[in-house]
């Protein structure tokens, strides 16, 4: 089969070629120290965070927002079709157990055992449509929680 296409088209197509689509999905993933137990400080989140941006990079997920409070991570990602969300969060999750657990073995004596994260973790989707709102709402929830100059803080406490 022999395609004469038009030389405008050739060209165009020899210089620049884009897939047929973009696409890309975006999660919302929580997950909870194991116990619900409120373990993680200050330096211990400074480390997750940058922990989990990196393994993020390495892994391709495009990680769009992430906070976490003393007992919880929410983490908010997009990944391609071809990409499983358990297969990333079990990534996310491991990978952040082992290098927390090295780094900080006061975090073994807290949690009295090996396990740093609780098994289970919920999953939203999120379209890309609400996503500005979500990393919005996440901001402002975490702030509101651990901030204690943070006016709202107060108002949701009453």
């Known amino acids: 089969m022999d395609l004469d296409l038009a030389p405008q088209v050739k060209q165009v197509l020899e210089t620049r070629w884009e897939p047929v689509y973009r696409s890309q999905l975006h999660y919302l993933v929580t997950w909870n120290t194991r116990g619900r137990r409120p373990v993680l400080k200050e330096r211990h989140l400074d480390f997750l965070k940058q922990l989990l941006r990196q393994t993020c990079e390495e892994r391709g997920i495009e990680l769009v927002e992430l906070v976490a409070g003393q007992d919880h991570i929410h983490a908010l990602f997009g990944l391609r079709p071809t990409q499983s969300v358990a297969s990333a969060v079990r990534e996310l999750k491991g990978r952040s157990s082992m290098d927390l657990m090295a780094q900080f073995p ?53």
């Open 106 to 158: 006061e975090l073994r004596v807290w949690l009295r055992g090996n396990l740093l994260w609780d098994e289970r973790y919920a999953v939203e989707t999120v379209s890309p449509l609400r996503l500005e709102k979500t990393r919005e709402r996440l901001n402002q929830s975490h702030r509101a929680l651990f901030d204690p100059l943070y006016p709202e803080a107060w108002a949701a406490a009453s």
